[in-house]
């Protein structure tokens, strides 16, 4: 084993050879799954090792992703400065990437939907994590 580990080490990774990775992949992982139809895999890792024991990798066919022009509304939230003046670049990109299906969202919707991103209600700190304030409950 000693042997093994001195060799994994002493390799770089354009050199690493499947059954040196073996040694050291096979403790922790229980099962996998390859769906040949979809390309998708799944893992079952050894729970003494992993907090999320499931890993779920699916390969997806997406369109490119090109540019599309701004929505009326978003143009709308954007030039009113009492609606989008405050927006941070990292905010208008993130509704910039909203896409509606048949639908066109007025400058309000924008704005209620930055607020929504902004408040820390919605969205926790820790990853799993859902603290809902229940009063009355402990």
């Known amino acids: 084993m000693r042997v093994l580990v001195l060799e994994f080490l002493d390799t770089d990774i354009f050199n690493l050879s499947a059954e040196q990775c073996v040694v050291f992949m096979d403790p922790l992982i229980e099962s996998w799954d390859i769906d040949l139809a979809t390309f998708g895999v799944e893992i079952v890792l050894s729970r003494r090792v992993a907090r999320e024991p499931l ?10 992703e090109t540019p599309a022009a701004d929505e009326p509304g978003l143009k709308d939230f954007l030039r ?4 989008g003046g405050s927006a941070t670049v990292e905010e ?3 509704l910039r990437k909203l896409r509606f299906k ?16 902004r408040d820390p209600l919605h969205f926790s700190r820790e990853v799993g994590h859902i603290d809902i304030g229940v009063p009355g409950r402990v």
């Open 55 to 64: 890993k779920k990798f699916d390969f997806i066919e997406r369109d490119p």
């Open 80 to 83: 009113n400065p009492a609606l």
């Open 92 to 94: 208008i990109e993130f």
């Open 102 to 117: 048949g639908r066109r969202p007025t400058a309000l919707y924008y704005y209620r939907e930055l607020q929504n991103f």
